[in-house]
């Protein structure tokens, strides 16, 4: 390995690769949600449609696929937040869950809710895991309720661009 700090930081294959090509990324796994909405608002809803909006960075959001579920949808979702900068300055991982074409909901003109979200701090050492079921809290009124979880995982890895 040559000092060169703009210029090398690990060989595959007998390949120098530049630093610049080489980023922090957080790898996430979403499974499903669990218990996130009250069949008993509406008791003639059969089935209800989901999405998640996931950031780190404000303006910077994706979203998974659209499913279908009543209390329990599942994703099964996985990919990649490129990251900026190490940890330490940017510390949570945002997740909204959002029931979509609702128009059963009063004061929704666009069909959109927010019925669960969630701020789960980042793994904060390179390799370093997050597993597990996550609380998510719900808008009611002043302030907030628990109401249901979401399953996922996180891990903090280096991603080489090629």
Do not use: C
């Amino acid at each position: 390995m040559e000092n060169d700090s703009n210029r090398v930081v690990s060989r595959i294959q007998d390949e120098i690769i530049p630093r610049r090509n080489i980023y922090l990324g957080l790898h996430l796994e979403i499974l499903y949600a669990e218990d996130i909405d009250n069949p008993d608002i509406h008791p003639y809803v059969l089935n209800r449609e989901y999405r998640l909006a996931v950031w780190v960075y404000p303006n910077e959001e994706f979203s998974t696929i659209l499913v279908e579920g009543l209390l329990n949808p599942v994703w099964n979702a996985s990919g990649f937040i490129l990251l900026k900068k190490f940890p330490e300055y940017h510390n949570f991982l945002n997740i909204e869950v959002l029931r979509v074409n609702s128009m059963n909901d009063p004061g929704t003109s666009s069909g959109v809710v927010i019925v669960g979200k969630a701020k789960i701090p980042l793994p904060r050492v390179l390799y370093g895991e997050k597993t597990g079921r996550f609380e998510l809290v719900r808008e009611m009124g002043e302030g907030f309720k628990v109401e249901g979880n979401i399953h996922l995982s996180m891990k903090l890895r280096k991603y080489i661009y090629v």
